[in-house]
């Protein structure tokens, strides 16, 4: 339904893309079952993003940009200390350990701005 085989196979090339679809029948269910979950939180974190958007309250703004930051500078050591140890995923977590940090980045300056705005 949504070619996760040929986005793999795009994303790490063919070999890697066999060794991440597992090789076991039971492997392949708690890949799949791990994709599921990882779409639905997803879907939660983008609807929440949303709710939040019209919240007109600045603390909780404040409160959710700072939870933003903790939790992708979090994935960014994450990345930096499991997931560089991993063989397969090995070159690739350089590029997105830097996209967290970035994405963490982004929420420091919104959180800038709305402090800036708070004490103008």
Excluded at 37 to 65: H, P, R, T
Excluded at 85 to 99: H, I, M, N, T
Excluded at 100 to 109: N, Q
Aim: hydrophobic share 50%; aromatic share 20%.
């Amino acid at each position: 339904m949504f070619y996760l085989q040929e986005i793999y196979i795009f994303g790490h090339g063919v070999e890697t893309a066999q060794k991440l679809s597992g090789s076991t029948p039971h492997d392949q269910l708690l890949i799949q079952t791990s994709n599921s979950f990882v779409g639905l939180l997803l879907f939660v974190v983008v609807f929440l993003v949303f709710m939040v958007a019209f919240v007109k309250d600045k603390e909780f703004q404040s409160f959710f940009a700072k939870g933003c930051v903790l939790l992708h500078l979090s994935m960014a050591l994450w990345r930096v200390n499991f997931e560089r140890r991993l063989e397969d995923l090995a070159w690739d977590w350089p590029r997105q350990a830097v996209c967290d940090f970035l994405l963490a980045l982004s929420w420091g300056f919104f959180l800038l701005y709305t402090w800036r705005e708070k004490y103008d």
